[in-house]
């Protein structure tokens, strides 16, 4: 079976510039979740989507878009980059079902560096 | 203060002790307790997940949630070199959908 797929595994822009990573989750699997981690803050929830609609969002700027597809593939979107932005961003797959709390399985992440 | 606190570490064993990782949290809402593996440059594995409080036992790990506490812990039985890595633990509520909240990570080194 396979597990979640992250595009691109690495990326550099500049500041200013936007970008957009991609994630298809474990076949089956109808929440993506994503996450920013970097040394100092470690692993930070961004938004979860299930069944194409947004169903959590954590605390962070409203550069930080995404959305996902009815066959579950998910974007995220950075706007105007900053250095800050720098970081490992995390996709998380999730349930078959519309159950929450199920187990989450990540992909290897894509690193994005601003500069 | 962080939702959930975890001692950073580095800690350092030689190989077939027994590890013992911690994590402390503030919201008494956490139903859902997971720990997680991380080896460098490779996203976080799942390698224990146990809904309110008790003990659950996989192979050589064992997981243990004390809510009364909030207190949760991984233990390691007869560690090697491969378990070297960073264990995470996440949270999540009860109604949360699947948002988690992660301590910071203990870096871990078993040594021969």
């Known amino acids: 079976k396979a597990g979640v797929t992250q595009t691109p595994r690495y990326l550099i822009k500049t500041r200013g510039q936007q970008v957009t990573l991609s994630c298809s989750p474990i076949?089956?699997?109808?929440?993506v979740s994503w996450y920013q981690q970097t040394p100092g803050q470690g692993l930070q929830f961004l938004f979860e989507?299930?069944?194409?609609?947004?169903?959590n969002k954590g605390n962070f700027p409203g550069r930080f878009s995404g959305r996902q597809f009815s066959n579950s593939r998910s974007e995220m979107n950075v706007s105007t980059l900053e250095l800050g932005d720098s970081a490992l961003y995390l996709c998380?797959?999730?349930?078959?079902?519309?159950?929450?709390?199920?187990?989450?399985?990540f992909g290897q992440g894509t690193r994005l560096t601003v500069v | 203060q962080k939702e959930v606190e975890q001692d950073p570490g580095p800690l350092s064993v030689p190989e077939g002790a027994i590890v013992s990782l911690n994590c402390t949290y503030s919201?008494?809402?956490?139903?859902?307790f997971m720990w997680y593996r991380q080896y460098s440059r490779k996203g976080p594995e799942l390698l224990m997940y146990?809904?309110?409080?008790g003990n659950k036992e996989d192979g050589r790990f064992t997981a243990q949630v004390d809510k009364s506490s909030k207190y949760i812990s991984l233990f390691i039985r007869d560690s090697q070199p491969s378990d070297s890595a960073t264990y995470l633990c996440?949270?999540?509520?009860?109604?949360?959908?699947?948002?988690?909240?992660f301590g910071t990570g203990t870096q871990l080194k078993v040594e021969l």
């Open positions: 998380a797959s999730s349930g078959a079902a519309a159950i929450p709390n199920t187990e989450a399985f």
């Open positions: 076949s089956g699997h109808r929440s």
């Open positions: 989507y299930f069944s194409e609609t947004q169903r």
């Open positions: 919201n008494s809402a956490f139903q859902y």
């Open positions: 146990t809904y309110s409080s």
């Open positions: 996440a949270m999540s509520e009860a109604g949360g959908g699947n948002k988690l909240t």
